[in-house]
C-alpha cells in the first residue's frame, strides 16, 4: 500500500519537527488528507498505528486527528472553480487511480469542465499535510 | 507543512551513487546517454535503477521499448518496474503517452511525490534523466537529492555549448559534484568541447561518434548494446566510474 510511504513521511517529519521544537513528547498531531488524492482513510489510520506501534517512544498516547480536505481546483483561463468530486464522474477508474498516486496528474486526464482548458491550479485539497503538532518540552 | 520532503533521504540512502545526467540544451542526447549508461552498468553486473525525471518529454521508456504501462506494485510505496535489469520509475505510469501540461510548481510537486514514495531498495547506481536546462528539476535535483553527482552532455555545437556552460557555472557556483562532460554526436575533429572542458578543468569524459544506423534499434535494448554507440560509449562508461 502507497499509503504507508505518505504515513511514514508524516511521522518522520513529526519527529524532525519535536527535535526543532525541543519537545521530548509529541501529544497530538493533525493531518489534513486532501481530497484529489483519494488516500483510504482507514489504510492509511492502520499505517500510521503500525509504524508508531514499531518507533514507540516520542509517540507514547499520541493522539492523531485526521481530517478530510475538500479541493479546489482553478481555471486560470476562465477562473471557473470545481472540485475533485464534480469532476470523478467524467474520469474512468484508472485516471482516477493514476490521481491517486500522484495528484498532478489531475492535468494529464482533466481539463476546466467549463472551458476545457488544462491550465489549472490545485488551490486546496492537494495532498497528505500535517496542520498542527502539539508537545510537551 | 509539507511532508513528503522529509523521508526522500530514507529512500536513497541504500544507493550508492546517484548519477544525474543533464545538459542546459535539450536534444543533446541525454536521455540516450542515460539509457545507456544504465544499460552498461546494468550488464556489467550492477543494480541499477533509472529515474526519469523529464516530465515534459520521458524518453527512456521509448528507448527501451516499454510497451507495459500498468501501475506500480504498491509495497510500503511503489516498486518500480524492471526494464531489461534495470529498475525504473516514470510518470508515464501514471500519465500513459498523455501529455503532462504541468506549470513549475506543479513539477516540484511531481518529483517530490516520486521520490517520496519510490521504494528503489538497494541499489549500485541510480541513474536521473534529466530535462535540458537549469529550470524546476534541476534546482529540485539539487535541493533533494543531495548525494547526486552530474555528467553533463553536449554536442560539439557552439550553441549547444552556449546552454550548456551556464548549467556548469550553475553547478560550479553551487560546489556540485561533476564526474565531466561526454561529447554525444561527434562528426568531425573539432576539438570544441575537449577544449572546453579543458579551461574549465572539466573531466572530458569522452566522445561518442554520430551513429546514423542508432535509430533503428530505439526500442530494442539488445540491439542498441550492439550499436557503434555503445562501442564509443563503454569508454565514456569506464571514466564514469
Given amino acids: 500500500m502507497h499509503e504507508w510511504a505518505l504515513a511514514e513521511s508524516i511521522l518522520t517529519a513529526a519527529v524532525e519537527e519535536s527535535k526543532k521544537e525541543k519537545m521530548k513528547k509529541i501529544t497530538e498531531i493533525k493531518i489534513a488528507l486532501g481530497e484529489l488524492q483519494q488516500i483510504q482513510k482507514d489504510i492509511f489510520r492502520f499505517a500510521l498505528d503500525e509504524i508508531i506501534k514499531e518507533q514507540g517512544g516520542i509517540f507514547k498516547n499520541t493522539k492523531i486527528i485526521i481530517k478530510t480536505e475538500k479541493s479546489t481546483l482553478k481555471c486560470k483561463n476562465c477562473e471557473n472553480t470545481w472540485s475533485f468530486s464534480d469532476m470523478k464522474k467524467k474520469i474512468s477508474e484508472e485516471e482516477g487511480e493514476s490521481i491517486h498516486f500522484i495528484p498532478e496528474v489531475a492535468f494529464v486526464h482533466t481539463r476546466c469542465p467549463k472551458c476545457g482548458s488544462p491550465d489549472f491550479e490545485i488551490t486546496a485539497g492537494r495532498g497528505v499535510s500535517i496542520t498542527q503538532i502539539k508537545g510537551e518540552k | 507543512m509539507d511532508v513528503r520532503t522529509s523521508v526522500i533521504d530514507k529512500r536513497l540512502d541504500k544507493i550508492k551513487c546517484i548519477i544525474s545526467v543533464a545538459s542546459g540544451k535539450g536534444g543533446v542526447g541525454k536521455s540516450l546517454v542515460s539509457s545507456c549508461l544504465a544499460l552498461n552498468l546494468s550488464k556489467k553486473g550492477y543494480k541499477v535503477g533509472l529515474l526519469d525525471l523529464d516530465i515534459y518529454g520521458p524518453s527512456f521508456h521509448i528507448i527501451l521499448g516499454v510497451n507495459d504501462f500498468s501501475f506500480p506494485k504498491e509495497e510500503k510505496g511503489i516498486l518500480p518496474h524492471e526494464i531489461s535489469g534495470i529498475s525504473f520509475m ?152
Fill in chain 2, 90 to 241: 516514470s510518470i508515464v505510469y501514471f500519465s500513459g503517452d498523455k501529455p503532462a501540461p504541468l506549470r513549475g510548481v506543479d513539477i516540484t510537486n511531481v518529483i517530490i511525490e516520486l521520490l517520496a514514495i519510490t521504494q528503489w531498495g538497494s541499489l549500485d547506481y541510480l541513474i536521473i534523466d534529466m530535462p535540458p536546462g537549469i529550470g524546476d528539476e534541476t534546482l529540485d535535483v539539487i535541493h533533494l537529492i543531495k548525494k547526486s553527482k552530474f555528467v553533463v552532455v553536449s554536442t560539439p555545437s557552439k550553441v549547444a555549448l552556449g546552454a550548456v556552460d551556464k548549467l556548469l557555472n550553475i553547478l560550479t557556483e553551487l560546489k556540485l559534484p561533476v564526474l565531466g562532460i561526454v561529447e554525444n554526436m561527434k562528426i568531425n575533429d573539432l576539438t570544441l568541447i575537449f577544449d572546453y572542458a579543458k579551461e574549465k578543468d572539466l573531466k572530458y569524459l569522452g566522445s561518442v561518434s554520430y551513429d546514423w544506423a542508432l535509430e533503428g534499434s530505439i526500442g530494442f535494448p539488445d540491439k542498441l548494446m550492439n550499436t557503434s554507440f555503445m562501442k564509443d560509449f563503454e569508454k565514456v562508461v569506464e571514466k564514469i566510474m
